[in-house]
């Protein structure tokens, strides 16, 4: 018996084959609307690069976002000025922020996220190469979620930046 030749990606005839391919679409859009958002809060071109680097070497899916000042922090977090679009900028779910930084240091955004109503438990990681021990109390006491240093090792680093978006972005789950 000769059977007729199957196009690829044909699934007629075939309900398991055509349930895979509406399997994987499926997923497929999910992981689309589902991706999360990192914002950096970084002014460093090369401390933008190794961050850039690190979050593609996760292996964990998101759109990282960066803001070069404090001032285009609150403008990014507030949706306002070039960042209005939040199809474009969307809201993040988790945010890396440097301490010294041009217009707004980062414990001036620190104490700006905390003081809005609805980003009371936005996670906040200082990232900083700031060890004083008053850069470090006082993020604490503006109400930081994770101190993180930045460590000159890149490898180290990358590790400690997969750590926090697998558990900001993949483990954690925060109320609706």
């Known amino acids: 018996m000769r059977r007729a030749k199957e196009k690829v990606g044909d699934d007629s005839g075939h309900p398991f084959l055509a349930r895979l391919n509406w399997q994987a679409t499926r997923t497929a859009a999910i992981l689309a609307v ?21 979050c593609q070497r996760s292996g964990i899916p998101h759109h990282l976002s960066v803001a070069v000042d404090g001032d285009a922090a609150v ?32 414990h001036e955004v620190l104490k700006w996220i905390r003081d809005q109503p609805g980003m009371k438990n936005l996670p906040v990681v200082m990232l900083t190469g700031s060890v004083q021990p008053s850069d470090i109390d006082r993020a604490f006491e503006l109400g930081v979620t994770s101190y993180l240093k930045k460590v000159p090792c890149p490898a180290e680093f990358g590790q400690a930046v997969r750590i926090i978006l697998k558990y900001w972005l993949d483990l954690h789950i925060t109320p609706r």
């Not at 589902?34 to 401390?47: C, G, I, P, Q, R």
């Not at 306002?80 to 010294?100: E, M, N, Q, S």
């Open 34 to 54: 589902s991706v999360k958002t990192v914002l950096l809060v970084e002014d460093n071109e090369d401390d933008i690069f190794i961050m850039k680097m690190a």
């Open 75 to 106: 403008e990014y977090l507030s949706g306002t000025g070039k960042f209005k679009d939040r199809a474009g900028h969307p809201f993040p779910d988790v945010v890396f922020l440097d301490i010294k930084m041009p217009k707004r240091d980062g």
